[in-house]
């Protein structure tokens, strides 16, 4: 078998509820639009229910169904990264497992790369069933991202996108273990283009991604895209030293006259505030510093324990 026209590439994590939904939608997708050559990569990310009872369910029914599965769980942006590193279509889709994003929206996007585009992203319009919260999050983060970053990343948009081979395999030099993939593929080039959309309910079962993620997710965003942070010392350390001036001149003038006891309440204020702002520091400095460490360690982003496909596939023959 030769190499396929397209690979739709889904990590999956814990998503028993919504797999076979999905290969059903996904599969008839490509049928509406005539595409026979096409591989559903699914990864498998150390999930703990059905999910890889399923997958290998899903292979036998489909041979074109390839999975995936990783030696534990690894987190959503690196499963997706093994599931692109294996994955072989001249052009590539990345979708979510839970059908948050229209499969249908391929067709579309398909007519866009012809067009000549590298990167055919969805951009959310409306996002139904997210919690307030959420949406607000969301909305608020990639536009603090946009102002802290010097990329041109569209806002509003997810992993959610169709690439072509070209723009996936400079994604794939790029070695970073805290990845942020959606910023990464802004700061790849090429010519790119968005396609708006809605994006629905999750299908079923509950979201991945609890408050905690989000925040890490949010932190490796902006550690992996900007060193701004960092200089937040720089400001301070100014801010404080002008605003000490006055104070400076007051202690002196203060210790001239003779009262010099008074003043615990400042003291302790002026404590409290320095010792704050420099453990912030401190911790912005960790957040850098802990993962120059890990990244130092060079240890593969992913470990694969088995990877199930085809077996006629000539690809994978010795040669
Ligand atoms: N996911 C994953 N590993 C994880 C967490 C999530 O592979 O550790 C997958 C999940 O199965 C889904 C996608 O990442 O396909 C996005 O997750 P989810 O839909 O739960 O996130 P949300 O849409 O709520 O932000
Ligand atoms: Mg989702």
Redesign the pocket.
């Given at each position: 078998m030769s190499d396929p026209y397209l690979s739709v590439v889904?990590?999956?994590?814990n998503?028993e509820a919504v797999l076979e939904e999905l290969i059903k939608r996904v599969t008839s997708a490509l049928q509406d639009i005539n595409i026979s050559s096409y591989e559903i990569v699914l990864v498998d990310?150390g999930s703990g229910d059905e999910t890889a009872r399923l997958m290998r369910a899903a292979h036998t029914a489909d041979p074109r169904v390839t999975g995936v599965f990783l030696s534990r769980?690894h987190?959503?942006q690196l499963?997706l990264t093994a599931g692109l590193s294996v994955c072989r279509g001249a052009r590539i889709l990345i979708i979510?497992?839970?059908l948050?994003d229209p499969p249908e929206l391929l067709g579309p996007m398909l007519e866009k790369m012809d067009q000549g585009f590298d990167v055919v992203y969805g951009k959310r319009i409306n996002r139904a069933g997210e919690s307030i919260f959420k949406k607000a999050s969301a909305k608020l983060f990639y536009r603090f991202f946009r102002k802290l970053v010097d990329l041109d990343m569209p806002l509003d948009t997810g992993d959610f996108r169709l690439m072509s081979r070209k723009a996936l395999n400079v994604l794939l030099q790029m070695p970073e273990q805290h990845r942020f993939i959606r910023g990464m593929v802004s700061w790849i080039g090429f010519r790119q283009a968005a396609l708006e959309y809605e994006r629905a309910e999750?299908f079923s079962g509950e979201?991945?991604?609890p408050l905690k993620k989000m925040l890490l997710f949010a932190a490796d965003a902006i550690t992996g895209f900007s060193t701004i942070p960092l200089r937040l010392a720089t400001w301070l350390g100014f801010l404080c030293a002008l605003s000490s001036v006055p104070v400076a001149i007051y202690v002196l003038l203060g210790f001239m006259r003779g009262t010099t006891v008074q003043g615990w309440t400042s003291v302790m204020l002026i404590v409290l505030i320095l010792g704050a702002i420099q453990l912030i520091v401190i911790g912005i400095l960790g957040e850098y510093i802990g993962r120059l460490y890990m990244q130092s360690k060079q240890r593969p982003l992913f470990v694969i324990d088995e990877v199930l496909r085809d077996e006629a596939d000539d690809t994978l023959a010795p040669p």
């Open positions: 889904v990590p999956c994590y998503e990310d769980n987190g959503h499963a979510d497992a839970d948050q999750r979201t991945k991604y």
